[in-house]
């Protein structure tokens, strides 16, 4: 679940504050660079094991946000992977709840992808659990999923690589839990293919062949990312906008939506963030600008903090005029334990300025205040993501890593409604939204325990960039 700074030195900071990875040279063997820049070629020479885990350490003792959890001795010899090590060395991190998996090793050329166009490979829907069952809770346009007729509702009963040998989930389920079911679903590349036994919202079970592709994801939806919705209570039109997550892609989709808002009026808005695991910081700083229509550049958005000897690179973000903003009087943010890093970045930046004109609905959020550099070692394709800084909002309020749900002021419990569409006036956290800014009464959120929801979005062991920023990909 990323939460991705584009700054890293005093000297570059102005340069790399637009993207996720930066530009400029780093310590070590390792350097940062900017997505867009030359395909990275492997060598042997200097991609030894050992070789990336010396390099893992010398970064981490550097950079890393809680260096006091490090080992103080740590045998690389005891680990046959660098990915393993690197879950070692953050090991007392995780165990305090600080860092569940931020910090993490990844492809240059992966990400780079991601990032730039959501590029990625596989079916093209994400999926939930209530550790029993696979329900699909939506599907992107342009991938097979969808063009398949799968979508929101359908229900995954099996699988398998032909029609011969179907697996009921539920056995799978038994058998080896989530992992198996993942397993099942088969390696995130183009051309793998599954057979599947799908039963639809409207009862139909039928038996489909999908075969995993490379396709863009679209930001927000071209089918219901952004939309008027009608009360149907009488709480008049309120904006819709339902972000998937936070890519370069994101800038012109927003900005269109909050344009549409914009010229018709709109002075309440329900921003969906359900399923967003987070992304490019740059993006959540436009999305507060185009919610701070009433802001002035003097307002704080967020503080930036890095660990005291790499104070230099703190900055403070102001909101910044757009040409599309508005200026909401209610703002409903839709989330769930999904509702991660860059998504709850926007919702903190916000909450000093609405108060309890602003409400957070759903369930509590994942809980990540803190985000990662790029540090690339550029000819082993290896970027690490290190968690480096930690994020405040104006009134200097963070270290929410038991989620939002004890930061907001408002707050109304809402399912998350897989019988009808994302975005639909009767899906029932939508149908809560629209209560909420209407100023009708609601049961608040129970709590902030860091307990999940009864359905959980299915996270692979190893999930790849596209995985941690979609959870539920496949």
């Known amino acids: 679940m990323g939460f991705l700074r584009s700054g890293v030195s005093a000297i570059v ?48 003792r550097e950079w890393y946000l809680f260096p006091e959890t490090l080992p103080a001795n740590l045998d690389p010899g005891g680990y046959t992977t660098a990915d393993a090590y690197l879950d070692a060395l953050t090991a007392t991190a995780r165990a305090q709840g600080r860092d569940r998996y931020f910090t993490y090793l990844t492809s240059i050329t992966q990400e780079t992808a991601y990032y730039n166009s959501g590029s990625s490979a596989g079916f093209g829907f994400r999926l939930s659990s209530d550790g029993n069952g696979v329900t699909v809770t939506e599907s992107f346009e342009g991938s097979s999923a969808l063009q398949a007729g799968i979508d929101r509702g359908a229900q995954i009963l099996a699988i398998g690589t032909s029609s011969a040998d179907l697996r009921d989930v539920t056995s799978i389920y038994a058998a080896q839990g989530s992992a198996g079911i993942t397993d099942a679903l088969g390696p995130s590349t183009a051309g793998t293919t599954r057979v599947l036994r799908v039963r639809d ?57 909050f344009a549409s808002f914009k010229a018709q009026g709109i002075d309440k808005v329900i921003v969906d963030l359900r399923y967003n695991g987070g992304g490019l910081v740059a993006i959540a700083e436009l999305f507060g600008d185009l919610l701070g229509g009433a802001r002035a550049s003097s307002d704080v958005f967020s503080f930036t903090s890095f660990r005291p000897e790499k104070s230099a690179n703190d900055s403070t973000r102001n909101f910044m005029p757009q040409p599309e903003a508005i200026a909401p009087t209610r703002i409903a943010f839709i989330g769930t334990r999904a509702t991660a890093s860059a998504s709850e ?29 790029a540090i690339d070692r550029s000819d082993c394709d290896d970027r690490l993501r290190v968690i480096a800084f930690a994020t405040q909002n104006a009134n200097r309020q963070g270290g929410y890593f038991n989620g939002l749900a004890g930061n907001v002021e408002a707050s109304c419990s809402a399912a998350d409604d897989v019988t009808h569409p994302l975005g639909d006036v009767r899906e029932a956290s939508v149908k809560a939204a629209l209560d909420f800014v209407a100023g009708r009464s609601c049961s608040p959120i129970g709590g902030i325990s860091a307990a999940a929801a009864p359905r959980e979005l299915l996270t692979p062991a190893r999930p790849n960039t596209a995985q941690r920023e979609v959870p539920g990909l496949f």
């Open 201 to 257: 919202p409207d009862g139909t079970v039928r038996i489909v062949t999908l075969a995993k592709t490379d396709y863009a994801l679209t930001p927000v939806s071209s089918r219901y990312g952004a939309q008027i919705l009608t009360d149907p209570n009488g709480g008049g039109r309120v904006g819709y906008v339902n972000l998937r997550t936070f890519i370069n892609t994101a800038d012109p989709a927003l900005r269109a939506a």
């Open 345 to 373: 970045l926007v919702i903190n930046g916000m909450i000093p300025y609405f108060h309890a004109n602003l409400g957070l609905i759903g369930t509590n959020t994942y809980g990540k205040p803190v985000g990662q550099v």
């Open 13 to 60: 900071l102005a340069a790399l504050l637009a993207s996720c990875g930066g530009g400029g040279s780093g310590g070590g063997s390792g350097t940062v660079v900017q997505p867009g820049s030359a395909t990275p070629t492997p060598t042997a020479s200097s991609c030894s094991l050992r070789a990336r885990q010396d390099w893992l350490l010398a970064t981490m």
